[in-house]
């Protein structure tokens, strides 16, 4: 018989899938989830009889840690194989105020084929389960400690699995378990249009971060194919529908590109985009992908970049680029899975 994986389970789901007859039953189950038990001989305050018969019903993580790299900036990212054989990768970054936040994935793989990017060139194999999200987080937690934020900034596009990001949200800020705060958690999407408006209007209530890159309509249909069907102008009135329905400002990410994104009309379009709507803009320098046709941008690149954004009276940030040793880096992921296929075979092949 094939045991029952729980770990994307809620207390009353856990209670429901092993015939619980006690209801509190469930919720020890998940508290200890939560707390990073990984076997049911930890949770000491079930039964000997109980953890014995849950061991022959079902097992807590499906996934396994199969790889740990660590970058001399503190990064840690995590190759994390899953019960079919395929893989994903997650990311631990530490700011300056040593904060940690979880870099999640979602998908095995990427079909949103952004031209600046390794996990689009993976091509798409397919959803993760909310276990299998939920399992990455834990997994981070295991080898850096109590987390502060999680971001779905990973391999994959969350709004393409929105159904179990969703569920994997509530498991993770069900306060019978990890207890995690909505106001720490973000939701990153290269522009799903449709996506926005229902998590604007169906929650959870989380933060929104869109990587828009360039608000320049053709060289933004070129290197981010989604555009082709989430115009720039219908992509606008969503953030900006987000905004006011949700009250909490978005934040719009840009990877720099040497001379492809960085010049006075490139900030001029950003400007006429962002100008009028609750956004922050987050730069990031891009980070070299071998084989990819762009390069790093200059550090004068950058600040000229940054100047006549911050003069148009624009909040913005530089970020600082992290994990860059160890693949982990924003638009590298998926770099480690590539070198294990040997040159990059696509997931979906």
């Known amino acids: 018989m094939e045991k029952i994986i729980i770990s994307g389970l809620l207390p009353d789901e856990i209670c429901g899938a092993l015939n619980l007859k006690q209801a509190f039953r469930g919720k020890q189950i998940f508290q200890w989830i939560g707390r990073g038990a990984e076997s049911f001989d930890e949770m000491t305050n079930l039964s000997v009889d109980l953890r014995k018969e849950l061991k022959e019903k079902a097992v807590i993580h499906s996934t396994s840690v199969s790889k740990v790299l660590k970058d001399s900036d503190g990064t840690i990212k995590l190759q ?119 998590l604007a209007d169906n929650g959870p209530a989380i933060r929104l971060a869109v990587s828009l890159t360039t608000a320049d309509e053709s060289l933004r249909e070129r290197i981010m194919p989604i555009c082709r069907t989430n115009p720039l102008p219908k992509l606008r ?15 719009l990410e840009a990877a720099l590109l040497h001379d492809t994104n960085t010049s006075l009309e490139s900030a001029t379009n950003m400007i006429n985009f962002a100008r009028g709507l609750d956004v922050h803009i987050n730069l990031i320098p891009w980070n070299p992908v071998e084989g990819l046709e762009f390069s790093e941008p200059s550090g004068k690149e950058c600040k000229n970049f940054v100047y006549h954004l911050e003069k148009a009276g624009l909040n913005v940030t530089l970020r600082t680029r992290r994990g860059r040793e160890i693949g982990g880096a924003c638009g590298q ?17």
């Open 80 to 198: 994390i194989t899953l019960s079919d054989g395929l893989a994903v990768e997650t990311v631990l970054l530490t700011d300056r105020e040593d904060r940690k936040t979880a870099c999640v994935s979602c998908q095995v793989g990427c079909a949103m084929n952004c031209a600046f990017c390794q996990t689009g060139h993976l091509g798409l194999a397919r959803n993760l389960t909310a276990g299998e999200i939920v399992e990455q987080f834990l997994a981070l937690e295991k080898h850096a400690g109590t987390l502060d934020n999680i971001v779905f900034m990973g391999m994959g596009e969350p709004m393409m699995n929105l159904e179990n990001v969703r569920k994997a949200i509530a498991i993770l800020t069900n306060k019978e378990g990890r207890a995690l705060s909505g106001r720490r958690i973000t939701l990153s999407t290269s522009g799903v249009i449709k996506g926005i408006y229902d």
């Open 237 to 251: 009135e969503a953030i900006d529908y987000f905004a006011k329905k949700t009250g909490k400002r978005v934040t």
């Open 333 to 349: 992921l998926g770099k480690t899975l590539a070198e294990t296929q040997g040159g990059g075979k696509k997931l979906a092949d």
